[in-house]
């Protein structure tokens, strides 16, 4: 079963359009995370949110945290070739039974920006 | 500063040969895992190790996948009697200690064929 689910998993769009991808979980997390990975290399961490209700911005993205820290999104604005990955969610779970530290990841979405 | 390294960055083996992986984590860095990524999947946990606490096996999904760490330093994963269904890259992260465990640092990884 998988503790956080990511839609949609595959996005092909054009250069300039804007785009949200999900990440949603029916536990809570302490955190979560979204990281990006370009093929070939590991993934690179892009934001953390903890605080429910929580908007990062780290220039084109804009990182959103729900009010119940049970999912998240990712909104890109303008979208570049260059922002063309894999883009995974992963959560600090509070859920009985998880192990402190371990990060639980989403699947992820896979991103091609078209020039 | 030095990031995660690997070794080797990839490794072709014949089916039913053992193989050894080898990760050296950040200095400093009291938690490190392993993940295993099929191609154009997502990230599956297979080991946690935090400091002196037993580790959390939970993921590894046989008894032919073994890992060891020698205190906060190298860590080895070691696939025994290797099948076809284990080629994927395997990704090493670590994370400064147990308050920021959610700041995960991801090696290249090593990418093992199984012929």
């Known amino acids: 079963t998988q503790l956080l689910e990511q839609s949609p998993q595959f996005l092909s769009i054009q250069e300039g359009e804007n785009l949200t991808v999900y990440c949603n979980s029916s536990s809570v997390f302490s955190s979560l995370q979204w990281y990006r990975q370009e093929p070939g290399e590991g993934p690179v961490l892009l934001v953390t949110?903890?605080?429910?209700?929580e908007v990062k911005k780290l220039k084109r993205l804009t990182f959103q945290f729900g009010d119940a820290r049970k999912d998240s999104s990712l909104h890109i604005t303008a979208a570049q070739p260059g922002d063309t990955g894999l883009y995974l969610c992963a959560g600090a779970s509070t859920r009985r039974g998880s192990t402190l530290g371990r990060l639980y990841f989403g699947r992820g979405t896979q991103l091609t920006v078209w020039p | 500063g030095a990031g995660v390294s690997q070794s080797p960055s990839n490794k072709v083996t014949e089916k039913g040969k053992d193989v050894e992986l080898r990760c050296d984590p950040i200095?400093?860095?009291?938690?490190l895992y392993w993940y295993r990524q099929r191609l154009g999947q997502g990230l599956e946990f297979l080991i946690y190790f935090q400091g002196n606490s037993a580790p959390d096996k939970s993921g590894l999904p046989s008894d032919r996948f073994s890992a060891e760490r020698t205190g906060e330093s190298v860590s080895t994963l070691t696939i025994q009697r290797t099948q076809q269904e284990d080629s994927a890259v395997y990704l090493c992260?670590?994370?400064?200690?147990?308050?920021?465990?959610?700041?995960?640092?991801f090696g290249p990884g090593t990418r093992l064929t199984v012929t």
């Open positions: 949110v903890v605080t429910g209700g």
């Open positions: 992260a670590s994370s400064p200690d147990r308050v920021k465990v959610y700041e995960q640092y």
């Open positions: 200095s400093g860095h009291t938690a």
